[in-house]
Structure formats: C-alpha cells, structure tokens
C-alpha cells in the first residue's frame, strides 16, 4: 500500500510495539511464563470494551461485565498478566480454540478465549516479544522433490508478504525471496526493492522487474518482486530483523520479522 507519510507511519508503528512478535498462532505453547500487556485502543472503540476475558474455566462468566456485552475497557486497559498455561477446546460450532489461564495480582486467575486464526482478536503485546527455541520453527518449512529430476525445493510459510525458497538441482543451490505489497494504483512494467531492517541497514534492488496482478481482493493490485539472494543478504537476513519493505511506491510494514529471520535459518540449514 502506498504510504506518503513514510517514515512518520514506521514510527508510530514502533511506539506501539508492533515490531516485537506477539502474535503465536498455532505455537501457543510459546506464550507460557510471559508477561503480555493488554493494548489500548482507539478512543472510538473503547465504548465496545475487550472481548474474550472470562471469570471461570467455562467460559461462562465474563470479567469485569459488562460494556456492549464484553470487558469494561477500563478494567483491563494496560494491565499486564502472566500467562500460566493453556488448554485446548473446540467451541461450539466446532472451531478449535485455546483457553489461556492468565493471572495478575489485582484480577486473580482468568481465562482469555484464543484464536490461533485471527491475530486482530488477540489485544496483547508479548513483553519483550516471543522466544523461538532454536530450531522451533524449522518444522513449518515445506520441502517438495521432483521425482522426475531429483530437484528440490524448501519453502517457508506464505507470511505477510515474504516467502523464502531455496532450490538445489543438479548440485546448484540458489535461494529466493518473494514479496508481495499491496498498491491501490496500476503501474506496469515498473522495478526496484527495498528491504529496511531494524538497525538502519537495508537491501536495494533498484533493478528488480516487479510483477502486477489485479488484487484477489477485488480492489487495487498486488505488486510482487522474487529475487536472488546472495550469501551477504542471507547473512543479514539471517542476523537482523525486517521492518518494512518497498516495491517500486509501495510500502508493507513487517509485523513478524523475528520469525522471518527464523525461518531463513532454516532453510539455509537444508
């Protein structure tokens, strides 16, 4: 998406947090024994309070009810709670869900209802940002071989809008990386990529031809760049944290940059 106020809109971004990797997904396991915050919200949506907070294992009672039949926003803006365990259950339309078991002196023990599919519905930030084990995410990468011609490919998640891919076929081995950033006005034929990290330093690929699509969305378009890595963007792909990336005009801003890098390492390990 097009961001005139570039730098300005990173920055804020920063001020709340959303650098950090908060949100786990399926991996919750990942937010045991951490201190999560919940986050406030937009003066326009405090009236309809925090969804999902609960008294009892059952999920029954609603803490802090009611407002708009949900939390009260005061009673939970800001506070921080350690989370101390999580079960699974599946909801009554069938839908897996997780009951986290989180406490805080003033509140006691409570229960949030998690959904590992929509990161819009988890209102915390993960103080200090998740802990992936070395090695914890390797799983998630795919591998598929050729029969025909033994070639094969590793690929990481489709996530936000990067995806690395690493090829080895008849004893060469190059790896890739896709990205993908929303743009809601047509231009073709247009190039160059910009990769900013956490600490100043970026990759620049002036160059780089960028694929247009009409959105999947029905609105504006997906512009797409897939270039080559060399073994010293691997390196600083491998050591530093994306923030946000430009194709041509168009900015993303990365939320899961830790696990990106993550998932790099392991590919480059295959």
Known sequence: MKIKNFISFGLLLVSFGLFAQNFPGKDVELLVGKDIKVLPKAESLQEYGYKGFYKDSKLKKKYACCQSY????????????????????????????????IENEETGLIYFDYSSEYEHSFPFEVIGGLDFPEGYLCKDIEETKD????????RSPISEPI?????????????????????????????GVI????????????NAKLDTKVSRHGKGYDYSAFITLTDDDILKLKTNTITDVRLYIYDSTIKHGEKLKEYLKCISDK
């Open 195 to 206: 990769i900013l990290f956490s600490n100043g330093e970026k990759i620049e690929r002036p």
């Open 147 to 154: 029969k025909f011609n033994d070639k094969i490919t590793f």
């Open 163 to 191: 995806t690395f891919v690493k090829v080895k076929d008849k004893g060469q081995v190059n790896t890739f990386m896709r990205i993908s950033v929303y743009g809601s006005t047509v231009n073709v034929g247009k190039t």
């Open 70 to 101: 949900n939390s009260k926003y005061k009673a939970l803006e800001n506070k921080i709670f350690k989370v101390v365990s999580f079960e699974p259950y599946a909801n009554s339309i069938g839908t897996n869900k997780f009951k986290l078991q």
